[in-house]
């Protein structure tokens, strides 16, 4: 199994203190060793990190945890393998262009009979992962139902969380989609998430020793939510999603989604 | 303008060296200063790094500068912004999928009307410049020849050489692609490479006060070629491609195109 972590602002906004506890995970507090990456927003671009090493150890997430990098949409992931072997290739997020946006996928769980059950369209699987082959069959899902990028937010995020309910019979799919403007997130069995606006406080990190005074680093109209596998904080509100639910954020702001 | 940088190898090899004399170009010894990228094959995955920031003063640039990522393949490019500003997603080496396999390109030169001359595919840019027009163009003409993956690189390197022709009447294309398997090379003005296999030497940076004794570095089979729109190194016997002409790069050797 694997860890995810995804951040979404109303303002660009510094993801490295939610980093810094998921990492943490990734060979240090637990135990995924295979791999992790990071992919944020800037603009219509990304800016991606990942590295087939444990997360604990690589100097590229020393850098990403060293660096003030500015995002208003985040994704992380740091893998245990189960399917496909640890390379670059199997690492997430993945990364493909529809409609002149990129698009960002990360997976947590197993799927079963993915190449059975779910027929791909033009976008190809590059590694060996049942997640990557999701991420495929969800981008040729889109483009069957869509002529171009959708208005609104909401209208596609109905649509992937139909396509949710078909991976979930599948298996475990937690995961999450986005295409630089809203984040799309479903929950199978375990995802958690948290809003915070004004007033803002301290919070702590769960798995290694580092606190941050909101207060200081935002302003009163700054609102930001996080999700993730496990709680990264102590003492703050997380919500814990239903299985089989799924929701969008969009700078900053949580609709359920039917 | 921009500059390029390519090295292709027979065995996984650290391209620092040609590295660091590139990004002393981005606002040190040279004026491109409007971000620059590097993107590393891996087995069929590509590790990425980009940066809108001037290479002279990125500290993921500093990273990429102080860490041994050993590639067959690597694409590199520092940029001066003419079309399309300043900003993530105009960065180079741009990367899509296609086949299953990660397709990464560079560009330097500026082509003219390439909305009207370059009708495109199922490919769309991201950004606004003339270059990813020029990349989506380029995929849409081979999925359009080619039903899937050529097995031979000399035959894909041949239409992608007629393609190359093409994007030259519309002004300067100088460019660099690679499927992870070779690397296709199209020179419309400024291109050079070079060949370094045994007995290897000492090699010196022209931009900065860097040498390697590469005696050190290799095993005696190794093969490397280093391709450069400038000659990276000094007292290295550099050649320079014919305007209008294309080569390709694979595993360090280098074959002409016709």
Same mark, same amino acid.
């Given at each position: 199994? /694997?860890?995810?972590?995804?951040?979404?602002?109303?303002?660009?906004?510094?993801?490295?203190?939610?980093?810094?506890?998921?990492?943490?995970?990734?060979?240090?507090?637990?135990?995924?060793?295979?791999? =992790?990456?990071?992919?944020?927003?800037?603009?219509?671009? #990304?800016?991606?990190?990942?590295?087939?090493?444990?997360?604990?150890?690589?100097?590229?997430?020393?850098?990403?945890?060293?660096?003030?990098?500015?995002?208003?949409? #985040?994704?992380?992931?740091?893998?245990?393998?189960?399917?496909?072997? #640890?390379?670059? %290739?199997?690492?997430?997020?993945?990364?493909?262009?529809? =409609?002149?946006?990129? =698009?960002?996928?990360?997976?947590?769980?197993?799927?079963?009979?993915?190449?059975?059950?779910?027929?791909?369209g033009?976008?190809?699987?590059?590694?060996?992962?049942?997640?990557?082959?999701?991420? /495929?069959w969800?981008l040729a899902q889109?483009?069957?139902?869509?002529?171009?990028?959708?208005?609104?937010?909401?209208?596609?995020?109905?649509?992937?969380?139909?396509?949710?309910?078909?991976?979930?019979?599948?298996?475990?799919?937690?995961?999450?989609?986005?295409?630089?403007?809203?984040?799309?997130?479903? /929950?199978?069995?375990?995802?958690? =998430?948290?809003?915070?606006?004004?007033?803002?406080?301290?919070?702590?990190?769960?798995?290694?020793?580092?606190?941050?005074?909101?207060?200081?680093?935002?302003?009163?109209?700054?609102?930001?939510?996080?999700?993730?596998? %496990?709680?990264?904080?102590?003492?703050?509100?997380?919500?814990?999603?239903?299985?089989?639910?799924?929701?969008?954020?969009?700078?900053?702001?949580?609709?359920?989604?039917?």
């Amino acid at each position: 199994m /694997c860890q995810l972590m995804a951040m979404s602002a109303n303002v660009p906004t510094d993801a490295r203190f939610s980093f810094s506890g998921l990492v943490a995970r990734g060979g240090g507090t637990d135990v995924h060793r295979d791999g =992790w990456g990071i992919a944020f927003y800037r603009g219509r671009g #990304v800016q991606e990190f990942r590295d087939p090493q444990p997360s604990v150890d690589s100097r590229v997430a020393a850098l990403v945890k060293s660096q003030s990098i500015k995002s208003e949409l #985040v994704i992380s992931h740091i893998r245990q393998a189960n399917v496909g072997a #640890v390379s670059l %290739e199997n690492t997430h997020p993945f990364v493909r262009e529809l =409609w002149g946006r990129y =698009w960002v996928f990360a997976h947590n769980g197993q799927l079963r009979g993915v190449r059975k059950a779910l027929p791909l369209g033009r976008f190809q699987p590059v590694g060996g992962t049942d997640s990557e082959w999701a991420f /495929c069959w969800l981008l040729a899902q889109l483009e069957q139902r869509f002529d171009s990028w959708p208005r609104s937010p909401k209208l596609l995020g109905e649509f992937i969380a139909g396509c949710s309910r078909q991976l979930h019979q599948l298996g475990v799919a937690n995961f999450l989609l986005s295409d630089g403007r809203a984040l799309y997130a479903h /929950c199978s069995t375990r995802l958690h =998430w948290l809003t915070r606006r004004a007033p803002f406080g301290v919070a702590r990190l769960k798995d290694i020793e580092m606190e941050v005074d909101f207060s200081r680093e935002t302003t009163p109209n700054d609102i930001v939510s996080v999700l993730a596998t %496990e709680p990264l904080t102590v003492a703050e509100p997380w919500l814990q999603m239903t299985p089989g639910s799924s929701l969008m954020m969009q700078k900053g702001r949580v609709k359920a989604l039917d």
